[in-house]
C-alpha cells in the first residue's frame, strides 16, 4: 500500500477544485517552500511532494486516473494512467474486457514539448520565487485573457471574434485544446475555458462515453451505432459481452494541439436488464436457464 500522502492534501484544494484553483495553490506553496526560500530541513521534500501532487492534478488524464485509483495508478505494473494494459484505468483484468476496433488510419507522433510546473515559460517560476523578473526573460509580460468555448469547437478547433483593448479581431484556436490551455499571440495570451459535454468524458485526448445494449445482445453479439465527436460510427459488439466491458476506438478521440496524432474513444458497455418480463420472454429465458 502507498504511504504517500493524497495529492488534494498536499495542495490544500479539494478534489473539485478547478485548473486555476490547483495552479493558484501551486503557486503559493512552491513560493512558500522553494530550497533558496525555505531552510527549514524538510523543504526539498516538501518542494518535491507539491510539484508532484500538481504534475498529476493538472493533467486531465493523470487527475482521471488518480482520482479512480489513487497513486496505485502510477506504480509499476499498473499499467500506466489511461492506457489499456493490464491493471490500469482502462485494463483488462478486474472484471474488464478491452477490444481493439480500429477505425481507418494509424496514430502519427506527435512533438511533446517541455512542462513548466504550470507557468507559460521556465522564467515565471525565477519571478515567483526570488520577486523580481528574470534576467533572462522577456522585459514585459503578455496580458491574459480568458475565453470560453463550446466542448465542440475545442476539440476541432475554430475561429473566434475577440475584443482586445477595445479592439476587435479574429483569432484561431487550434483543434485538441482544454480548460487551462495557453495559445501566446504577438501581444496577449488567451486562456482557454472549454465548457462540458452532456455526451462526452474527456480524459486528456481520450473520449469516454456509455452505450447501453440489452441482454440478448450481449449474450449473442450485435452491431450498433455510437456518437464519436466525429459524428456516428457503427461498432460490433462481440458475443458473451459483459457489463463493464470497454471497446477501444482507435484514433477516435481528441486532436493533439498542433500535431497529427489523436487520443482514442473509449465506449463502456452497460446491460440493461428489464424490469418485467412478459409470459413469452419469461418462458424463454427459464428455458435458457434449463439448458444451461
Not at 12 to 22: I, P, Q, T
Not at 106 to 125: E, K, M, S
Amino acid at each position: 500500500m502507498s504511504t504517500k500522502k493524497d495529492y488534494y492534501e498536499v495542495l490544500g484544494v479539494s478534489k473539485n477544485a478547478n485548473a486555476e484553483e490547483l495552479k493558484k495553490a501551486y503557486r503559493n506553496l512552491a513560493r512558500k517552500h522553494h530550497p533558496d526560500v525555505d531552510k527549514s530541513p524538510n523543504a526539498e521534500k516538501t518542494f518535491k511532494e507539491i510539484n508532484e501532487a500538481y504534475q498529476v492534478l493538472s493533467d486531465p488524464q493523470k487527475k482521471g486516473a488518480y482520482d479512480q485509483y489513487g497513486h496505485s495508478a502510477f506504480e509499476p505494473g499498473a499499467g500506466g494512467f489511461g492506457g489499456a494494459q493490464a491493471g490500469g484505468p482502462f485494463g483488462g483484468q478486474g472484471g474488464f474486457r478491452t477490444y481493439t476496433w480500429s477505425s481507418g488510419g494509424g496514430q502519427q507522433g506527435g512533438q511533446d514539448f517541455g512542462d513548466f510546473g504550470g507557468f507559460a515559460d521556465p522564467f515565471d517560476i525565477f519571478e515567483m520565487v526570488f520577486g523580481e523578473r528574470s534576467p533572462f526573460g522577456r522585459a514585459q509580460r503578455l496580458p491574459r485573457y480568458v475565453l470560453q468555448l463550446d466542448f465542440t469547437d475545442a476539440v476541432h478547433g475554430t475561429e473566434k471574434e475577440v475584443e482586445i483593448n477595445g479592439k476587435k479581431q479574429k483569432i484561431k484556436i487550434p483543434a485538441g485544446v482544454d480548460s487551462g490551455t495557453e495559445i501566446r499571440f504577438s501581444e496577449y495570451i488567451i486562456v482557454c475555458e472549454v465548457k462540458n459535454d452532456p455526451r462526452f468524458v474527456r480524459r486528456g485526448q481520450d473520449i469516454v462515453t456509455e452505450k447501453e445494449i440489452s441482454y440478448s445482445q450481449a449474450a449473442l453479439g450485435a452491431v450498433t451505432e455510437i456518437r464519436t465527436i466525429d459524428g456516428p460510427v457503427k461498432i460490433k459488439i462481440p458475443s458473451g459481452t459483459q457489463p463493464g466491458t470497454q471497446i477501444r476506438l482507435r484514433a477516435k478521440g481528441v486532436p493533439k494541439v498542433h500535431s497529427h496524432s489523436r487520443g482514442d474513444h473509449y465506449v463502456i458497455i452497460r446491460v440493461t436488464i428489464p424490469n418485467k418480463l412478459n409470459r413469452e420472454q419469461k418462458r424463454l429465458l427459464e428455458e435458457l436457464e434449463e439448458i444451461s
